[in-house]
């Protein structure tokens, strides 16, 4: 049983359609961070959520941490082929550090 | 700063053979962590430091596997006796500070193929 569950695992979108992706969890974070994960390389930070309710917008990407800190969303407007990758939370519910089990999105030209 | 550095990018070992990984954190960071992502089970923390001392190291996955951290600059995550099932690509990141806020960086990765 995974700690945090995200969904859809795999998601595939032409170019210019919108998209949620979300990361859902029985157990409450303190914050909850996102990361996306190009082929090849490691995962890279986009965002940190702390407070419950929470939306931070990075470009056309929203991000929104649940009223109870239990779950998050990420939207992404007008997807684009760069944006494609694998995209992950993670978080802090006790003493030890948890990704979450993957979104890989593929964004079609 | 070049990031944290990962050595080799590839390996291709056969079953019963030691693999040595070798990371290189970002300097300054008091934290280093190795993680393993397979496809069935994606990310998974096997141990971190702190200023080179083992911290928590109960997500390595049994005797055969073992990390060490001599100095601040460098890690080693030693695999051996190696078996296919340990097949994955195993990623090393470090961070100024350990918590749900901080930023970890990761290294590009190494691919490990266990024949």
């Known amino acids: 049983t995974q700690l945090l569950e995200q969904s859809p695992q795999f998601l595939s979108i032409q170019e210019g359609e919108n998209l949620t992706v979300y990361c859902n969890s029985s157990?409450?974070?303190?914050?909850l961070q996102w990361y996306r994960q190009e082929p090849g390389e490691g995962p890279v930070l986009l965002v940190t959520?702390?407070?419950?309710?929470e939306v931070k917008k990075l470009k056309r990407l929203t991000f929104q941490f649940g009223d109870a800190r239990k779950d998050s969303s990420l939207h992404i407007t007008a997807a684009q082929p760069g944006d494609t990758g694998l995209y992950l939370c993670?978080?802090?519910?006790?003493?030890?550090?948890?990704f979450g089990t993957g979104t890989s999105l593929t964004v079609i030209p | 700063d070049a990031g944290v550095i990962q050595s080799p990018r590839h390996e291709v070992t056969e079953m019963g053979q030691e693999v040595t990984l070798r990371c290189k954190p970002i300097?300054?960071?008091?934290?280093l962590f190795w993680y393993r992502q397979t496809m069935m089970r994606g990310l998974e923390l096997l141990i971190y430091?702190?200023?080179?001392?083992?911290?928590?190291d109960s997500g390595m996955p049994e005797d055969r596997f073992s990390a060490k951290m001599p100095n601040a600059s460098f890690s080693t995550l030693k695999i051996q006796p190696s078996e296919p099932r340990d097949s994955a690509v195993y990623f090393c990141?470090?961070?100024?500070?350990?918590?749900?806020?901080?930023?970890?960086?990761f290294g590009p990765g190494t691919r490990l193929l266990v024949l």
């Open positions: 990141a470090s961070s100024l500070q350990r918590g749900g806020q901080e930023t970890q960086y």
């Open positions: 157990s409450v974070f303190s914050s």
């Open positions: 300097s300054g960071h008091d934290y």
């Open positions: 993670a978080g802090v519910p006790g003493n030890q550090f948890y």
């Open positions: 959520v702390v407070t419950g309710g």
């Open positions: 430091f702190n200023n080179n001392v083992p911290i928590d």
